[in-house]
């Protein structure tokens, strides 16, 4: 059996799903990737791929390497749900009852069954339809820095980095004006049910209702444009017939597919809103060199995609017995694939640590992922950025951190790297 398999000395103390390393996970990955690239964690179940090789490996594979791991994501949720009393289970479960039958469709579908919805749902992401949305974002993002600038400072993530990408997720879904605040709530609490933070029974309770009242809305959406089209995503989900069935999607699928969209849609967009902006505090010499370059913006965009991925990791499950890189895995074993470690691994990346907004290879980072589950998305998500952080820099100067307010740090989450809140000072051109 290899050293790999044996867990070297220098990482038997790694809790990598501790709160505390999860905020700070750089020193804990750089270990793991030189003395044990697959590790094997027993309180989690899951075997750790921290290097960029190695994941590659896996993310070609898709046959040793399924995607069928739905169970463990509801089991990040469970994490939090044993911590509140018995009534508040037993009444969280009960509301949660009343939603629809999970169905494997995208980020959990393998072949052939991921291509039969995959291939419908590229057609809400084209090049066409993103390039198209260039005024129209635009004029999001003029608009929601007007409603700052005056100021001179603000906390960014709920100022912007939130804000944008919102509203455009919601614009594009179909959802109308007078809905967006309902519409925001759920979205922001899809994705909270992949964060360690125990909220407080009372919270608890309420993510179980408008998860079932967000189900039904944008399921109820897509019916009605189904009845009468709009130029919106909603109407060509609505639209979508599944060409070897030869049938519309059903309620549980489009409910699949759309809770998928709401993460993916605004909350990687958001954190790398929020990381990209620290970045720019912190290495103050590379804000006017970035202005007018479009190249080293788009760059940048990659830097900070690849130095604080907003999807940390994921899972795959093992199929047959295998071996990866020397480490002896058994059918059903279950991987944790951590794209936040691969992406700083100096085998790929020379001086990963540093941001370079002229690196050559940033666009190989896996903040997206790769392969066939690359995120659908990422194309949208590319256009804000691109967009965003030029935008900022042409009416702003001299970003900076907030003197007085707490040190930024991440929000501990196995999946999601995200910051609560990001206090920044800057000077009007």
């Given at each position: 059996m290899s050293t790999v398999a044996n867990k070297p000395a220098g990482v038997s103390d790694i809790n990598l799903f501790d709160p505390a390393t999860l905020i700070d996970p750089w020193d804990a990955y750089q270990t793991l990737r030189d003395e044990a690239p697959v590790f094997f964690v027993p309180a989690m179940g899951v075997h750790v791929v921290t290097r960029y090789d190695l994941l590659m490996q896996v993310l070609r594979d898709t046959e040793t390497y399924s995607s069928n791991f739905g169970p463990f994501l509801n089991g990040t949720r469970q994490l939090w749900l044993d911590k509140a009393p018995e009534a508040v289970r037993a009444r969280f479960l009960e509301t949660a009852s009343q939603m629809l039958p999970p169905v494997d469709t995208l980020l959990t579908a393998d072949p052939p069954t991921h291509k039969k919805y995959r291939s419908q749902v590229d057609r809400v992401f084209t090049a066409?339809?993103?390039?198209?949305?260039?005024?129209?974002?635009?004029?999001?993002i003029e608009e929601t820095i007007d409603g700052f600038i005056d100021?001179?400072?603000?906390?960014?993530?709920?100022?912007?980095?939130?804000p944008v990408p919102l509203r455009i997720i919601a614009d594009r879904l179909g959802v109308p004006p007078e809905d967006r605040e309902f519409f925001y709530d759920g979205a922001t609490v899809a994705a909270a049910g992949l964060r360690l933070t125990t909220p407080s029974d009372d919270e608890i309770l309420r993510r179980a209702?408008?998860?079932?009242?967000?189900?039904?809305y944008m399921v109820?959406?897509?019916?009605?444009?189904?009845?009468?089209?709009?130029?919106?995503?909603?109407?060509?989900?609505?639209?979508?017939?599944?060409e070897d069935e030869d049938r519309p999607l059903n309620a549980a699928e489009l409910w699949s597919i759309l809770n998928q969209f709401l993460v993916a849609g605004h909350e990687t967009t958001t954190s790398t809103f929020g990381w990209g902006m620290l970045i720019l505090c912190r290495n103050p010499e590379i804000q006017d060199e970035l202005l007018g370059d479009a190249k080293a913006v788009r760059t940048f965009v990659e830097e900070a995609l690849r130095l604080e991925a907003p999807v940390q990791g994921?899972?795959?499950l093992v199929t047959k017995d295998t071996e990866l890189g020397g480490y002896p895995l058994k059918a059903g074993d279950m991987l944790m694939l951590r794209y936040g470690a691969a992406n700083r691994d100096e085998r790929h990346f020379e001086c990963p640590a540093h941001v370079d907004i002229h690196r050559k290879n940033a666009g190989s980072q896996l903040a997206f992922g790769s392969g066939i589950h690359?995120?659908?998305?990422?194309?949208?998500?590319?256009?804000?950025?691109?967009l965003g952080f030029p935008m900022l820099l042409e009416r702003m100067k001299n970003f900076r951190l907030t003197p007085g307010r707490p040190e930024p740090k991440a929000e501990p989450s196995i999946i999601?790297?995200?910051?609560p809140e990001l206090h920044v000072s800057f000077d009007r051109r």
């Amino acid at each position: 059996m290899s050293t790999v398999a044996n867990k070297p000395a220098g990482v038997s103390d790694i809790n990598l799903f501790d709160p505390a390393t999860l905020i700070d996970p750089w020193d804990a990955y750089q270990t793991l990737r030189d003395e044990a690239p697959v590790f094997f964690v027993p309180a989690m179940g899951v075997h750790v791929v921290t290097r960029y090789d190695l994941l590659m490996q896996v993310l070609r594979d898709t046959e040793t390497y399924s995607s069928n791991f739905g169970p463990f994501l509801n089991g990040t949720r469970q994490l939090w749900l044993d911590k509140a009393p018995e009534a508040v289970r037993a009444r969280f479960l009960e509301t949660a009852s009343q939603m629809l039958p999970p169905v494997d469709t995208l980020l959990t579908a393998d072949p052939p069954t991921h291509k039969k919805y995959r291939s419908q749902v590229d057609r809400v992401f084209t090049a066409g339809n993103v390039r198209k949305m260039e005024p129209y974002i635009r004029q999001i993002i003029e608009e929601t820095i007007d409603g700052f600038i005056d100021r001179g400072e603000v906390e960014f993530m709920h100022a912007f980095a939130l804000p944008v990408p919102l509203r455009i997720i919601a614009d594009r879904l179909g959802v109308p004006p007078e809905d967006r605040e309902f519409f925001y709530d759920g979205a922001t609490v899809a994705a909270a049910g992949l964060r360690l933070t125990t909220p407080s029974d009372d919270e608890i309770l309420r993510r179980a209702q408008v998860m079932v009242d967000l189900q039904n809305y944008m399921v109820d959406l897509v019916e009605q444009r189904r009845r009468a089209p709009k130029d919106d995503m909603a109407s060509i989900l609505g639209e979508v017939r599944l060409e070897d069935e030869d049938r519309p999607l059903n309620a549980a699928e489009l409910w699949s597919i759309l809770n998928q969209f709401l993460v993916a849609g605004h909350e990687t967009t958001t954190s790398t809103f929020g990381w990209g902006m620290l970045i720019l505090c912190r290495n103050p010499e590379i804000q006017d060199e970035l202005l007018g370059d479009a190249k080293a913006v788009r760059t940048f965009v990659e830097e900070a995609l690849r130095l604080e991925a907003p999807v940390q990791g994921l899972p795959r499950l093992v199929t047959k017995d295998t071996e990866l890189g020397g480490y002896p895995l058994k059918a059903g074993d279950m991987l944790m694939l951590r794209y936040g470690a691969a992406n700083r691994d100096e085998r790929h990346f020379e001086c990963p640590a540093h941001v370079d907004i002229h690196r050559k290879n940033a666009g190989s980072q896996l903040a997206f992922g790769s392969g066939i589950h690359h995120c659908v998305g990422a194309p949208l998500a590319r256009q804000e950025l691109n967009l965003g952080f030029p935008m900022l820099l042409e009416r702003m100067k001299n970003f900076r951190l907030t003197p007085g307010r707490p040190e930024p740090k991440a929000e501990p989450s196995i999946i999601l790297r995200s910051l609560p809140e990001l206090h920044v000072s800057f000077d009007r051109r």
